[in-house]
């Protein structure tokens, strides 16, 4: 498919941690999961994605247990947070990238690095959320109200830039066309 879904699952992932034990989010994650894909995807791709998601919440909430993140966060701990995040979002757009490149027939490199800077902005996007979500909801609630003003924002940043990626390709394909084009009237 070359429709491309942004993701909020390195941020909602933290943000689950800063409410519940790792260990529980990584429980309740299948359950979230299905509930979440139920009826919007086929059944190979919703037990593909709770077993990603899920693997990938386990390794990352292992990496909270040995930096022993615990809310109120302090300024190592949300270190620490964004390190979990990172594990979670590199582990499941690692899974992603393999499992395109063997139904493509492709080599995982190749697969990796056709989505490589978008996923990189919305992993990075995430984390900035998440931890900054931590870092407002230690002034008060009030503060956390500026976050749908910083969601949208990020929300563009995502789609702009998948947009014109998406421009960049059709517009190398079209000149690609043409150029086959021409070259076949020329040989006539």
Not at 86 to 99: P, S
Request: aromatic share 8%; hydrophobic share 55%; net charge neutral.
């Amino acid at each position: 498919a070359q429709r491309v879904e942004l993701a909020w699952g390195e941020a909602s992932f933290l943000l689950a941690c800063a409410l519940a034990a790792p260990a529980w989010v990584v429980i309740l994650m299948p359950l979230a999961l299905l509930l979440c894909f139920m009826g919007r995807q086929s059944p190979i791709k919703i037990i593909y994605n709770i077993a990603s998601y899920t693997i990938a919440a386990a390794a990352a909430s292992a990496v909270l247990m040995l930096g022993r993140a615990s809310p109120p966060f302090s300024g190592t701990e949300l270190l620490t947070l964004a390190g979990a995040g990172l594990v979670f979002g590199a582990t499941t757009h690692l899974a992603v990238a393999t499992v395109v490149a063997v139904v493509q027939q492709v080599t995982f490199l190749t697969t990796w690095r056709a989505s490589a800077g978008l996923q990189i902005i919305t992993l990075v996007g995430n984390l900035a959320l998440a931890v900054g979500t931590l870092s407002l909801a230690e002034y008060g609630p009030w503060a956390v109200a500026v976050l749908p003003v910083a969601v949208a924002g990020v929300h563009q940043a995502y789609e702009g830039r998948a947009r014109g990626y998406e421009e960049r390709k059709a517009g190398q394909r079209h000149a690609a066309a043409i150029g086959r084009l021409t070259n076949d009237l020329d040989e006539l």
